[in-house]
């Protein structure tokens, strides 16, 4: 597994907020060894994960640059109990 540094950016804050997703639960979901990345670019990313409560995580991340192990954290929010169920049966 790739190993990153993560950084909050205000939009991310912000979006957790709105979503009402605990920046724990998105390190949960981030630092769990069940961890999923959709590489969308070089640049950019969705990691997916379970957080400690159970509820699947889904976090839009931006690279530094496309050597930096350096993570943006954009966007946050949390999957549909639906969304769950199919991401642990395709685990």
Do not use: K
């Amino acid at each position: 597994m790739d190993s990153y540094e993560w950084v909050w950016t205000d939009d991310g804050l912000a979006s957790a907020d709105r979503n009402g997703v605990t920046t724990t639960e998105v390190m949960d979901a981030l630092l769990g060894a069940g961890r999923h990345v959709n590489r969308l670019s070089d640049e950019m990313a969705v990691f997916t994960g379970l957080a400690r409560t159970g509820r699947l995580i889904a976090v839009l991340c931006t690279r530094l640059d496309r050597v930096s192990p350096v993570m943006r954290i954009r966007q946050v929010r949390a999957g549909t109990d639906q969304q769950r169920e199919e991401w642990l049966s395709n685990g």
